[in-house]
């Protein structure tokens, strides 16, 4: 004859189960956001640690040059004026860049024009410029909608408000806000920076 034995230890119910992956999804959904900030605030300030070096080797590279700004061929052309002074091509990838760096070889544009309300660098003297603490010589294309093949917009260290990471000729950087209208937008919100 045999008997039926009950397990000893039985195992979840499942309203017990329910219960328990309902507290896995709330402290998911507590944490992933914390998650997401954390890693972004850390690109950006590797992107802003980053941006201060690249100002800092293109001053060098001027005073290297006859006091002259490197002259690039585009406005993604800095690594190649600067072939001579910057060897690793990975000093112009931003961790927070997906596109721009695989594109066109750097994260950063360099003005060889007068664009989005920041004024030509490219070739010019030093001496040129008065204020160097505001003289944008860096910065990321989220300034830009058109060239953009995610979405229409660059985003790289934000999810809400437009903004980008500027390198400055005095050899700071900064997470600077922009302005909605794309082609005027440094120079309207910060007319402080040109
Ligand atoms: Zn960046």
Not at 32 to 58: D, E
Request: charged content about 15%; proline content about 6%; aromatic content about 12%.
């Amino acid at each position: 004859m045999t008997t039926f034995r009950a397990p000893s230890r039985r195992g979840f119910t499942l309203i017990e189960l329910l219960v328990v992956i309902a507290i896995i999804l709330i402290l998911a959904a507590l944490l992933f956001p914390a998650v997401g900030v954390a890693l972004r605030q850390s690109r950006r300030a590797f992107c802003l640690q980053q941006t201060k070096q690249i100002a800092a080797l293109i001053y060098d590279h001027a005073q290297n040059n006859n006091l002259f700004l490197p002259d690039a061929a585009g406005p993604w052309g800095l690594p190649d004026a600067m072939a001579d002074t910057v060897r690793n091509p990975n000093v112009y990838r931003c961790p927070g860049d997906r596109f721009a760096f695989e594109q066109h070889g750097s994260s950063y544009i360099y003005p060889t024009t007068t664009a989005h309300g920041i004024q030509e660098v490219s070739g010019r003297k030093l001496t040129f410029f008065s204020y160097p603490s505001k003289k944008v010589i860096l910065y990321e294309p989220a300034v830009t909608q058109t060239s953009s093949p995610v979405s229409g917009e660059y985003r790289w260290h934000t999810t809400g408000m437009r903004a980008s990471v500027m390198g400055f000729l005095d050899g700071h950087s900064s997470f600077v806000e922009l302005g909605t209208n794309v082609y005027t937008s440094v120079h309207a919100v910060n007319h402080d920076y040109y």
